[in-house]
């Protein structure tokens, strides 16, 4: 649950988001491209308050933003080549020699090529990833979206995505929201970080802030120390909530 998160993200730059597991990281993505809404506040985007479209302008205006999703959630009925064009092919009026010759190009700059008419259960994990983010880049975004992109990969694989993540900001000039809790990653990719704790940004700044942090909280969570803030108030509210049920049973 996100509890009045108030982030401002940088045009060009990459930001990961840092967090524990189940901490809401995911949900503040969907909320950045329009998937859910909040109860309150706003999201703005390129000076547009998004919460302020209606359902065809904020299809429109998705077509700005992609995402790459944790799970690849590739189609497992359609090629390669139909999940990567599948943004444009259902959403936009792209002449189909184009969104062929840009599968083609966006497959090749992370490195499959040729693999256009594979189905999704002939790749690899680290190909499926792949397949994901050129289905990302497929549409020309100005930001993407990033969940938990290494997360299920061997350490070298988990590199190589880093290091595609790094060349399309490079290369590419575009925008990057990375939710992760790979403190490897993040070191690697940020130009910012900042800390989802309890439904709030309890930290923002850049990796050597983070890494010098005199934050109890974010710091246990960076060094991943067992015992530290982070636990105890687990325990604390593990008593509340066992306290509250003896009170509501008696």
Same mark, same amino acid.
């Given at each position: 649950?996100?509890?009045?998160? #108030? /982030? +401002?993200?940088?045009?060009?730059? %990459?930001?990961?988001?840092?967090?524990?597991?189940?901490?809401?990281? !995911?949900?503040?993505?969907?909320?950045?491209?329009?998937?859910?809404?909040?109860?309150?506040? !706003?999201?703005?985007? #390129?000076?547009?308050?998004?919460?302020?479209? =209606?359902? $065809?302008?904020?299809?429109?205006?998705?077509?700005?933003?992609?995402? @790459?999703?944790?799970?690849?959630? /590739?189609?497992?009925?359609?090629? @390669?080549?139909? $999940?990567?064009?599948?943004?444009?092919?259902?959403?936009?009026?792209?002449?189909?020699?184009?969104?062929?010759?840009?599968?083609?190009?966006?497959?090749?700059?992370?490195?499959?090529?040729?693999?256009?008419?594979?189905?999704?259960?002939?790749? *690899?994990?680290?190909?499926?990833?792949?397949?994901?983010?050129?289905?990302?880049?497929?549409?020309?975004?100005?930001?993407?979206?990033? &969940?938990?992109? %290494? %997360?299920?990969?061997?350490?070298?694989?988990?590199?190589?995505?880093? $290091?595609?993540?790094?060349?399309?900001?490079?290369?590419?000039? @575009?925008? !990057?929201?990375?939710?992760?809790?790979?403190? %490897?990653?993040?070191?690697?990719?940020? =130009?910012?970080?900042?800390? /989802?704790?309890?439904?709030?940004?309890?930290?923002?700044?850049?990796? &050597?802030?983070?890494?010098?942090? +005199?934050?109890?909280?974010?710091?246990?969570?960076?060094?991943?120390?067992?015992?530290?803030?982070? +636990?105890?108030? #687990?325990?604390?509210?593990?008593?509340?909530?066992? &306290?509250?049920?003896?009170? *509501? $049973?008696?």
């Amino acid at each position: 649950m996100l509890r009045g998160v #108030d /982030l +401002t993200i940088k045009e060009g730059e %990459t930001t990961v988001i840092i967090g524990r597991s189940g901490c809401g990281k !995911s949900i503040l993505l969907k909320h950045i491209i329009g998937l859910m809404k909040p109860d309150k506040g !706003s999201i703005i985007i #390129d000076n547009v308050d998004i919460l302020s479209l =209606d359902r $065809n302008e904020l299809n429109e205006f998705r077509l700005r933003i992609s995402m @790459v999703f944790q799970g690849a959630a /590739l189609f497992d009925s359609m090629t @390669v080549k139909e $999940n990567v064009g599948f943004l444009l092919y259902e959403h936009s009026k792209t002449p189909h020699p184009e969104i062929h010759r840009r599968v083609a190009e966006k497959l090749r700059m992370v490195g499959l090529h040729g693999v256009e008419e594979l189905m999704p259960a002939e790749l *690899s994990g680290g190909m499926k990833k792949r397949v994901g983010i050129a289905r990302a880049l497929c549409s020309e975004p100005k930001i993407i979206l990033y &969940d938990e992109p %290494t %997360t299920g990969l061997d350490p070298i694989m988990a590199d190589a995505i880093n $290091n595609l993540i790094i060349r399309f900001h490079e290369h590419l000039g @575009v925008t !990057s929201i990375v939710v992760t809790h790979d403190m %490897t990653s993040a070191y690697k990719i940020a =130009d910012r970080i900042a800390m /989802l704790y309890e439904g709030r940004i309890i930290a923002k700044g850049t990796p &050597d802030e983070i890494k010098n942090t +005199t934050d109890p909280i974010v710091k246990q969570f960076i060094t991943g120390e067992a015992m530290g803030p982070i +636990t105890d108030r #687990d325990r604390e509210k593990k008593f509340q909530i066992e &306290d509250n049920n003896q009170h *509501s $049973n008696s």
